[in-house]
């Protein structure tokens, strides 16, 4: 079972730790200090979305590679008289300096996306902070703008990068609604996606470099206007001050001072990730054992999922497998193989949709249409839910919870769908390794290459790999 101190008990109890181990180590006390404060400080979340009223919401582009497009969506932009938000990567900047000076004089507003765009959860504090200065100075130093919105690359962040990036005076900013314009989805696509998932407050991505970026932009602010929408940059639209942000959703909102439960959250950032708590989301197991959880969430990569298995079944390793409906009424006989071969079976939605926008019962559906289908093909179901892309706003882990499922999200995320080197798969997660970490994964050519390798790294670190409902359990049995 995991534990979440109070505030006066977990400082006293930081104390006498600290001395203890001051006394038996006499040295390295800085290091001590920022590890026992990692373990016991709570979870911080970024901003995806503005709790407001207002049809109002905020379009970001993010420039990492390339501006061929730039020119184009900047008299778009012009045309419809709308000023965005880009975030930009210190080394875009430097590669393209007058266009950056141009998107400035055009009167949008200048992020940060760090300097050489690194996952930086995997970072130092020192190293993050010379990401965000190094970028701010050279924001600071073509466009003159005092930069205050920070974006951080492939949205991975952990306490450390939203620490130091409110100590550099910065909001850090995620999205609620991605266009997946890097995909190069059709131009149709991603207009459909954007305006089906829109809402008020929404924080909506795009890339300055997606080939249908501007077309698609063209149909969405015409529709968006239409419909009554203001657009803005992404810093009108954030509260500056009394906010917190929403434990669940990862929505700001205006703190109210008759609210017993927001008074009691002393960071507007905290949340609690613990697990056994109703309508909560689970990104960790029990952190008294050396055991982490590989998940692979299974949509598509059939074709790599027979390798997969022969890889675990040499190592004699059993995780779980997430999986989506549509891909179960396609690959019947692929399913039943991993459940026979003793993998776990878990829910992943019948389909694989945005789920933040879906009303109570058609999130309850979701889940429950897919436990029948695997029930029925595998014979078997744990009552574990994966959300699609990981969203877990809206009524997501109520109706969970609802259906009597767990929300679980992840600990470690190998970001292999991007296509990473297999050797970079595993060291995004032998340097996060932790006890109760849950791994997400996905079939794909260069995790397969990578699996034997890691299964091999963790073992000689002392871990046990195994399901999630293992690593959530409070004894040594696995709950089903």
Known sequence: MLIILGDKRAKTCVIIILIMLVILAGFGLRKITETIMTVVSPRLVPIYSVETNEKKVAISLDATWGADYTDEILKLLREYDIKTTFFLCGRWIKEYPKVVQRISAEGHEIGNHSTTHPDMSLLSRTQVQRELIETHNLIFEFTGQDSRVFRPPFGAYNNNVIEVAGECDYFTVQWSVDSLDWKDLTEDQIVGRVLSRVHNGAIILFHNNGTHTANALRQIISSLQK?????????????????????????????NPDNVSERETLNPLYYNDDIDVLGRVIER??????????????????EYIPGLLDVLDMAHVKVSFFFVGTWVNKFPDLTREIAERGHEVANHGYEHCHVENLSLNNMKELIKENERLLLKVAQRTSKLFAPPYGEFGGYVPRAAEEVGYKTIRWTI???????????????RVTERAENGAIVLMHPTLNTLEALPVLLKELKKMGYTVTTVSGILAEDDKIKD
């Open 227 to 255: 419909d009554g929408y203001k657009i803005v940059p992404v810093s009108e639209l954030l509260i500056k001050e009394d906010y917190y942000i929403d434990r669940n959703t990862g929505q700001q909102k205006r703190r």
């Open 285 to 302: 197991g029990n952190t008294k054992r050396p055991e982490m959880a590989l998940s692979f969430n299974v949509a598509w990569g059939e």
């Open 413 to 427: 995320d190998t970001i292999d769908w991007s296509g990473p080197a297999p050797e970079e798969i595993v060291k």
